[in-house]
């Protein structure tokens, strides 16, 4: 499974700078969580939390 992981991150990095018209060289090369992380239910990462409001409950 993590090879699944890897081939998806690769891919989204490279629809991701497609679509930006970013280098691709600017998306780092390895994603910043692993699999164990994104795959736990409450799994988003913390600063688009705070940019989007997402679990503030206030």
Avoid: H, W
């Avoid at 691709?24 to 090369?29: E, N, Q, R, Y």
């Amino acid at each position: 499974m993590p090879e699944v992981f890897d081939q998806c991150y690769q891919k989204a990095r490279i629809k991701a700078a497609q679509e930006t018209g970013i280098k691709l060289s600017t998306f780092p090369s390895q994603c910043s969580f692993d699999q164990e992380e994104v795959l736990e239910a409450g799994f988003f990462p913390e600063v688009l939390n705070r940019e989007s409001g997402i679990g503030n409950r206030e």
